[in-house]
Every structure is written in C-alpha cells, then in structure tokens.
C-alpha cells in the first residue's frame, strides 16, 4: 500500500498563477482533508471531504477550491495563488472517528 | 468552532528526563484526541491517542492523560532518548470529521 500519496512535492508560483495539488489514497477511507501548515501556526484545515461526493468549508477555505473527483482522490486548487498562501499543505485521509493518516506533503512557494 | 491551546511552544530537556506538553481545548463536545510527531520535513505520524471516554492510556514511555472537566489533556514521555527530538501536535477531533491542531511544541532532547 502507498497510503496516502500527493503531487507535486514542490512547487513555485507567480502571483496570480493557478494550480491544482493532487492527492490520493489506498486505504478505502471514506474521509479525505486539507491542511496548509506555517511556521508556528500548526496545521489549520483548508476543506474536508467526509464521503465521496461531499465537500465542507475548514478553518481557512478563502483563496481555495476542492474536488472530491472519487473515493480515492481529493485535489485542492488555487485559481489566482497569492504570496499569502506560501506554505506547506498535506492531504490526510482516515476512516470517520479514527486516526489520519498525512500524505509527504507540498511546499508551495508564491512569488 | 474548536479552539486549541499548547504549551509550551519550546521544550528542552536532559536525555533520560520526562517531557510533559499540555493543551486545552473549547469545545466539550469533542471526542477524540490524537498526538502527532512531526520530524523535520517529515509528515506528522499518530504516536498516541484517547477517546473520551478513557482518562489515560499508556504505550511503552509515552502517556496520554484527559481531564474532560477542566477540557486539557496532556502528553508524557518518560526516559527521553535523543531521536524523540520532533515537534509534537495536540489536536481534538468532533464526531470524527473536523480535527483542530495546537501550535506545536519543539521538543530538544540533549545528550
């Protein structure tokens, strides 16, 4: 099993520039989330997914869009990235109730 | 929404010393929390967890305590070995669907 798998690992932007991160698992978890993680700000949730065809605003949705394409895959995109979003964002999945499981992580850098 | 305290934000520690870290939480509705590990550029990996409805669990030198009346509970590594040198994460989790991150404590063990 991969587990929970997510591309890229990095990349830059332009100010304005979009982009789509992809993240999967293979673990049959019904829940799939979005965390961006800063400097002393832990891990705040950008949107989760509870099932497949279900999606729900976190902590700090503005400036994203999420796609729950499957069971196994949940993508996150900027449409306009701005040098606020800078940061490093893990998808995780897990059964409702019970432990997550992080994908590697991206590092996204907005210029 | 759920609010999240941990402290301290740094910790350093003789190897061979105990480690306590302590977070509070909001929300008396919340019903499981899980203690990550994140080592640098790593993902956070689970080390421990508690539900509600158990004041304490133990695995081998790591201990996880929860006081629901006054809403904190709190990690305990006994016989600190230098490879527990990570940041830790508190987080609380309702009905399994949103889960609320502390800001993470750096944990230095010195040899």
């Known amino acids: 099993n991969a587990g929970v798998t997510q591309t890229p690992k990095f990349q830059v932007l332009k100010t304005g520039q979009s982009m789509t991160l992809q993240c999967a698992q293979d673990?049959?978890?019904?829940?799939m989330y979005w965390y961006r993680q800063d400097p002393g700000m832990g891990l705040r949730l950008i949107y989760y997914?509870?099932?497949?065809?279900?999606?729900d605003k976190g902590e700090v949705p503005n400036g994203y869009n999420v796609s729950r394409l499957n069971k196994r895959e949940f993508s996150l995109r900027l449409e306009s990235a701005a040098p606020s979003q800078t940061s490093v964002y893990f998808c995780?999945?897990?059964?409702?109730?019970?432990?997550?499981?992080f994908g590697p992580g991206t590092r996204l850098t907005v210029t | 929404g759920e609010n999240v305290e941990q402290h301290p934000s740094t910790l350093s520690v003789q190897e061979g010393d105990s480690a306590v870290i302590k977070c509070t939480y909001s929300?008396?509705?919340?019903?499981?929390f899980p203690w990550y590990k994140q080592e640098l550029g790593k993902r956070p990996q689970l080390i421990i967890d508690i539900r509600s409805n158990v004041g304490e669990k133990k695995d081998q030198r790591i201990a996880v305590t929860l006081n629901k009346t006054a809403k904190h509970f709190s990690l305990h590594i006994t016989e600190t070995q230098p490879e527990d040198s990570a940041v830790y994460f508190c987080a609380a989790s309702l009905a399994g669907n949103q889960f609320y991150f502390g800001t993470g404590t750096s944990l230095t063990v010195i040899p």
């Open positions: 995780a999945s897990n059964f409702r109730g019970d432990e997550q499981y």
């Open positions: 673990m049959n978890h019904n829940s």
């Open positions: 997914s509870a099932s497949e065809g279900t999606t």
């Open positions: 929300d008396s509705a919340s019903n499981y």
